[in-house]
């Protein structure tokens, strides 16, 4: 079997703000410093850069020496269309076409850096595109903006995977890629194979999710799971928290599930560590999945096998139970 | 432009049992009653007959003397595959192979009712095909099942059209017919025309969604919207109340924009007014509609047009307000 | 230390229904067999008896017969204001004041009842006494005839304890004791020492609580949490399922914090488990309670003290990752 | 009786950020500039001044000077908890007794500025104080070192009204002022005259009230409804839309009833209009509540008491559906 290969997103360790403490709750790390935290992480092996925040046209090389010289691969490259004030209203599917022609702009520089770095994945979140009001949007023809938008950029770099992240909302009220299902709808209207989705758990659990089914339908229809995002929330809102610190028993059959349709993408760590060390939240986040690994033994496997197939709600919980709490244990 | 056409599902006008008090709140009306007081209710022309509890193979005639004689017509047969034991754990997608094939033989009942009826849609809700706890359910297999179940029966009955109800969940916590997106990538993998989905506007509120925008997107993707039903809730449950008594903007929007796709299909009441006359919370959910309908003047759809293609909230705001107090009123 | 008491609430063995299978999805069991199976549960030494259910003032002295002779105690006795049609529309604050008046008859029986089988509990959960619309309750009234009657009853059987048990929702869209708090400014405001609050810990996660701080609460304004009933959810819903199939963290801290504030009543098992066998349904919940228990030595006591006196998120976190998967295990 | 005076967080006239674009959707307008768009709104009176952001000890005689200039009164000083680096892990209740001692201090500092600006009232939303993770707090201690610094300030200026505002949840996973119960709990505990609540109407949305209901408790426990904030939201989340955006029945009943309780604080704005103009979003949303009190006769206002004495569901929900699309107009 394949290793599984941990990343993390750069951000991730560096500082962190919200909407009442906009300089952030911690201090500003030099991003030498947080690459080199990342690498010291036992696991991780590479990076996620998001444009603008550590990625730019201009620091490339610059970024690209400092990942070899700390032996991290690059993952992907996430382009920023949320931190600058023309993307307030949407990206691909502005209203104002100049916003959506600077949208393919964006996304070839994306497309671009990707390629020098030897990236293979182009993730996009297009957390702008949506609306927050009744009768603000024209579901219909925002919506084909969107499609057409991507489907350009993804025939232009066909060497390039695109993975779409699915997020219900925030910063919109409403996102057109809001959900796994309306996510692969988009894909398969695009139709070409270098598009897929990309799944974070938090976006997943606040989105009513069942995270391991979302994760096989996307495998069925085409083998269109890209990329995994991991972190963990209350289900109510993407609150970023480390991974493992509120979900078990979801992890457990969401991994047990991304081996049996041979996922073998990266499982990537994607927090907002607001008050927490940024490298010990991200550590704590690989640990975790690297228990849960742990105990995917070829006999679990093969039991839970029987478990999914036989359906008895009683014996899946007492096999969970006697994962964590062993009854004949010490 | 087409008048609107209303529908009843008839149980709304019956007795109404939950977990606590099964035997029901109210008294057991007369199938008789409860037709002809469906038949007094202004704009009401049609019925939805659910399986079981308002139609078998045995009482055909019998019922559809009914509805002759009280001038009203068959909208939809809802086939029964959740009042009896056997569909407990799941009708198209049961573990056991007999329900499966039960499943086929009751949804041609249903079919063949329907064609004895003249009635052109047969509409699955299928509750119970889901599971409840985590590692209970083969999510590849269980759904393959499903889809060629529903597949099979559609392409055995070609005249008739069937729609899938989803709804998040109840009576399983998970159920596969989720939401519309999920629902509709199964109607595009069985591919036949004379299948498509029934939004439930109650379930989609439940499911997060913006109702309007989900019929917007089952009509852009192959024209998918076959049948409506209304009621409301608090967003968090099925609570099947009274249409309107909650939501307002959000009928609006939604009706504006089942206009916009040219949805033809019936309008069709579904609540479970558990301590109410069904009678009355019946009439009143259809004069909730058609006040609302009275506001889509050609002027009002003119301007709603105007404003989903600009997008400025406050002025959408600001147009819902002057819809209900306008401010140089009395 | 004081030893962990299980029990379980009879009508969990028996059968379930909802609002779709009314007749219920399993066979019904005799009484006899009920309790039969409830004492053969490892650990389970009492049972909560719910009126017209279990016990009615007919059968006392045989139910009273049937726990003596399987060794098991009465634990509480929860009195029917749900099951019958005349509390649809409440009863502590009913609109007619003859059901107000059936209520306070109600309650008494219960109260001699739980008299009669030595039972030192009466449980009140008052589902019904809510609404269920927008303009249909007079709030101000309605809570004051609810903290009248209950005044009543429990200052007319001060040698009984009284326990409301609160839940937001179900069978009413709205209820009247619907979160620890609320329910415990009734009991502060009806002032008797034998009046307090049971925490249903799916009622809690529904109510968006964190039941362990609901715990702390109570214990914290005069110690007034008088009871605990134990199962499990999504947050969403009171899906009544097996404890610790969804949640684990949660009921660690929850366990210790009930140690912390010396509760001492009973760890009670309340399901619904609907499409379950009963009796393995609640004995697998019954061992997962003993697992969290064997967990708490005084060695991870300590550790949980000073980890809630630190608040370090990440070693929060680290702590049950290392309980559950240790890192040096095998 | 006596017209209501209408109020605006000073805020909501300036620029927005959220964690993705921190500097802002819009630009920064000056001080002067807020004040006087917030005079031009027909109907507002007053200001509500944010410390750090609004009102520092250095700006009083100023901005009190602007106030005076632009003929509005200074309805409340909210105390800066938030937006600073060293009340990230609490004020009231951090674990750091330095931090503790500094959260007197400003709250000292802002009882002064208003004393100073004739003002009455002292806002607390103390969204800092709460916790995130499992096992991170002393839900005991921390709630009664809150309680303490709390009413050392009330009772330091008992010449000044201190509302507690709640909110379940952000910036922190868990707030401990997290809705209207818990909040009236600490109120009572500190036992002071001049301690009460605050309702923001979209904080209570968001916690699972219904905000009538609530405003009845907080003024039949002590008349402790001290202060209104008004906004919209999907009821997941503090969205601060514009007010009436989304709800309107529930406006209307939250209305009524403040004015059965008697309630004459002001009706204050707290929106946060990221992607609109300030000015306009505001004034829409007193437009709206302007709307709502002209709906108010005196003959709609009997009615509704009569409504709420019967509690027919079919009735009220007719009786709001007239009121917005009334059967025989037109």
Not at 10 to 15: D, I, P, Y
Not at 40 to 56: K, R
Not at 184 to 190: A, D, G, K, R, T
Request: proline share 3%; aromatic share 10%.
């Amino acid at each position: 079997m394949k290793k599984t290969r941990y990343s993390v997103i750069l951000g991730n360790l560096g500082n962190t703000c919200d909407r009442y403490l906009s300089s952030g709750y911690k201090d500003n790390l030099p991003k030498e410093e947080m690459i080199r935290q990342a690498a010291t992480i036992d696991g991780v092996q590479g990076l996620e850069l998001v444009g603008s925040w550590d990625i730019t046209r201009k620091n490339v090389k610059e970024v690209q020496a400092l990942l070899v010289g700390n032996g991290l691969e690059c993952v992907s490259i996430i382009p920023d269309f949320f931190s600058h004030k023309q993307w307030g209203s949407g990206s691909f599917c502005a209203k104002d076409p100049t916003i959506r022609r600077l949208s393919l702009e964006e996304a070839r520089t994306a497309a671009r850096i990707a390629r020098e770095m030897s990236c293979p994945l182009v993730n996009f979140w297009l957390g702008q595109d949506g609306y927050d009001y009744p009768m603000q949007a024209d579901y219909m023809t925002e919506r084909k903006w969107m499609a057409e938008g991507l489907a350009t950029v993804a025939s232009e770099f066909s060497d390039l995977r695109f993975a779409f992240e699915y997020k219900p909302r925030e910063p919109r009220n409403r996102s057109y890629h809001a959900r796994a299902a309306d996510t692969l709808l988009m894909v398969q209207e695009i139709g070409l194979p270098n598009v897929g989705v990309c799944i974070d758990v938090g976006h997943a659990l606040m989105a009513g999710e069942n995270v391991a089914e979302s994760a096989v339908m996307l495998h069925h229809y085409g083998d269109k799971l890209f990329h995994m995002h991991f972190n963990d929330n209350y289900r109510a809102w993407d609150d970023d928290m480390i991974v493992g610190s509120l979900h078990f028993v979801e992890y457990v059959e969401l991994l047990f599930w991304l081996r049996e349709i041979g996922y073998n993408g990266w499982y990537s760590m994607d927090q907002y560590p607001y008050r927490e060390d940024g490298m010990r939240a991200v550590r704590e986040s690989v640990r975790f999945l690297q228990g849960v690994e742990k105990l995917l033994t070829p006999e679990n496997m093969a039991a839970m096998r029987a478990l999914v197939a036989k359906g008895d709600a009683t014996e899946s919980t007492a096999f969970f139970r006697e994962l964590i709490m062993p009854t004949h244990k010490g």
